[in-house]
């Protein structure tokens, strides 16, 4: 979607390293999500931000960290990655009828 | 607490074929219904929506009607195509306190459809 987009698409890193994702968003919306999707689980929620600074946890929040300094951006850190992190990552922006997701970051821990 | 549970696949179907998915879900109040698609290597993307009990939600043949007396949200479609293969998401979202607005997910179905 043009008004989302995710960074990098694809990497691959070391258990133990610190990883950093990036969404941006073109929409100024307020509300934006992560979410990690394994197969048999579906999409399930990391973390949320409901305003700047204003972040909470998910279902799954163990061993992720987010920030959100500006409207536009939402940062998802694996503070030390772990071969059960590999996963393809979603961030989503909401509209309040729906969500509108990024294309995916697909990350792997050797 | 809230939750969508839709019919487990791989469901593999012939091109022109009939189309059901189940999806049932579990919350408080009057949750909005919604079904996902995901064709491969991409994002999800908004197939269809119900807000309110009734409303029948439809978007490119697909068709799902909110069902509260039985908690549903099947997605149905009467001919299928090859281009209709994607792994489809039923969600509901939930409108109260700091859960206003998130989306709960079932775990995905996988639709193949066969030339």
């Known amino acids: 979607d043009a008004g989302i987009t995710q960074s990098p698409r694809h990497k691959v890193t070391e258990t133990g390293t610190p990883v950093t994702l990036r969404c941006h968003q073109t929409e100024n919306h307020r509300y934006m999500y992560w979410y990690r999707q394994d197969p048999g689980h579906g999409l399930r929620l990391i973390h949320y931000?409901?305003?700047?600074?204003?972040?909470d946890k998910g279902e799954v929040s163990d061993g992720y960290s987010v920030s959100r300094s500006k409207t536009e951006d939402f940062l998802l850190t694996l503070e030390s990655a772990t071969s059960s992190q590999t996963s393809v990552y979603f961030c989503a922006i909401s509209a309040g009828s729906g969500y509108t997701f990024g294309s995916g970051t697909r990350l792997t821990v050797v | 607490g809230d939750s969508v549970t839709q019919m487990e696949g791989p469901v593999t179907l012939s091109e022109e074929a009939f189309l059901t998915i189940n999806c049932t879900y579990t919350?408080?109040?009057?949750?909005?219904l919604f079904w996902y698609v995901q064709y491969p290597g991409e994002g999800l993307q908004l197939l269809l929506k119900?807000?309110?009990?009734?409303d029948k939600g439809s978007n490119k043949g697909f068709e799902a009607t909110y069902r509260k007396e039985t908690t549903s949200f099947h997605l149905e479609k009467g001919s299928v195509q090859v281009s209709d293969s994607a792994v489809y998401f039923c969600a509901l979202m939930t409108g109260r306190g700091s859960t206003l607005g998130r989306l709960y997910f079932g775990r995905g179905t996988q639709l193949t459809v066969w030339p």
């Open positions: 919350a408080t109040g009057y949750p909005s």
């Open positions: 119900a807000t309110k009990a009734d």
């Open positions: 931000s409901y305003g700047v600074k204003d972040t």
